[in-house]
């Protein structure tokens, strides 16, 4: 079965500084995908990205980039400039094709601080 | 509303009380999951909806757990016979297809069942 590990349980950081988000993944299939979710304290998930395992391109968006690289099985996720709005629990989550378990990690719960 | 409903917001009961939490998606969609999340830890799955039918319900961790779709839109889990340990956040999420190549999920804010 496939397995999501984020080692890193809590991150703090002051404002402004670049913070990383781990994520390793174990899966026997060769058709999967990778997804990291925001909760905020209101506990609401909120989709940030989605990635096939055929397309290993790193994408940003804004202050946000991801790092996917196979041969690592990393899924890691930098946010850039870090603001306190930034404070939440992130989620990195995968799912194989044809399966309906999207399985999560336990989550890096990061603060910003002023 | 626009996003996933999910009632109660917060449920309290007693050890061996029956419970029903509700689920109501975005209009539209035809996939509906309910996953576990218990303080802590990521999300659990329980169970997926296509449409009416439990497509695949092999996360309910017992058959104390059940849960219906009956018009194909809200969804209801059903707790029998409550255990301290099912204490936890109960989150619902519907997407447009269900199939992980259209992407994202929308979760509910969650339902927080307390059990004494």
């Known amino acids: 079965a496939q397995k999501v590990t984020q080692a890193q349980t809590e991150i703090s950081v002051v404002e402004k500084e670049d913070v990383t988000l781990d994520c390793v993944y174990e899966t026997r299939d060769t058709t999967y995908y990778l997804f990291w979710y925001k909760q905020p304290p209101s506990g609401e998930l909120v989709f940030l990205i989605r990635?096939?395992?055929?397309?290993?391109q790193n994408e940003i968006s804004g202050r946000y980039s991801w790092n996917f690289q196979k041969s690592t099985s990393s899924f890691n996720f930098t946010i850039t400039a870090s603001q306190v709005v930034d404070s939440a629990v992130y989620f990195c989550?995968?799912?194989?094709?044809?399966?309906?378990?999207?399985?999560f990690g336990a989550g890096t719960r990061l603060t910003v601080k002023p | 509303g626009a996003g996933v409903s999910q009632t109660p917001s917060n449920k309290v009961t007693e050890k061996g009380k029956y419970v029903e939490l509700r689920c109501d998606p975005i209009?539209?969609?035809?996939?509906l999951y309910w996953y576990r999340q218990s303080l802590g830890q990521g999300p659990e799955f329980l169970i997926y909806?296509?449409?009416?039918?439990?497509?695949?319900d092999s996360g309910l961790p017992n058959d104390r757990f059940f849960a219906v779709r009956p018009e194909g839109s809200v969804s209801t889990l059903k707790i029998q016979r409550t255990e301290r340990g099912d204490s936890a956040v109960y989150l619902c999420?519907?997407?447009?297809?269900?199939?992980?190549?259209?992407?994202?999920?929308?979760f509910g804010e969650g339902s927080r069942l307390t059990v004494l």
């Open positions: 990635r096939n395992s055929f397309d290993e």
């Open positions: 909806f296509q449409g009416t039918g439990a497509a695949d």
């Open positions: 209009s539209g969609h035809t996939a």
């Open positions: 989550a995968l799912s194989e094709a044809n399966n309906n378990d999207m399985r």
């Open positions: 999420a519907s997407s447009l297809i269900g199939s992980w190549d259209t992407g994202e999920l929308f």
